[in-house]
């Protein structure tokens, strides 16, 4: 059975029904959900075991950002962006 279907089926329920079906379906979804919070930082180890997980960034196929000439994007850049950026560097 598609989404749809179920959709057009369940469109038909009385606005009482269908809340208490998306009450039940959130409260699915959060039991499902595992949410972690940190207050401390990643340690280096801990940052380090992460991020060994990814392919590591081969510079052969990737180019050289800092050789990129980004003068054809000047004329895109406001006053205002350039004060904004400037404040943060």
Same mark, same amino acid.
Request: charged fraction near 30%; hydrophobic fraction near 35%.
């Given at each position: 059975?598609?989404?749809? @279907?179920?959709?057009?089926?369940? @469109? @038909? =329920? $009385? /606005? ?7 009450? #039940? =379906? %959130? ?6 959900? !595992? $949410?972690?919070? +940190? *207050? ?6 801990? =940052?380090?075991? +992460? ?6 960034? /081969?510079? !052969? /196929? #990737?180019?050289?950002?800092?050789? !990129?000439? %980004?003068?054809? %994007?000047?004329?895109? !850049? *406001? ?11």
């Amino acid at each position: 059975m598609s989404m749809d @279907s179920i959709y057009e089926m369940l @469109s @038909s =329920l $009385t /606005d009482t029904n269908k809340k208490w079906l998306a009450d #039940h =379906l %959130y409260k699915d979804i959060s039991k499902n959900k !595992v $949410t972690t919070t +940190r *207050s401390e930082p990643l340690s280096d180890e801990e =940052l380090a075991a +992460r991020l060994s997980k990814f392919p590591s960034w /081969d510079e !052969v /196929d #990737h180019a050289d950002l800092s050789s !990129v000439d %980004y003068s054809n %994007y000047k004329p895109f !850049v *406001s006053q205002k962006t350039k004060e904004i950026v400037s404040k943060w560097l």
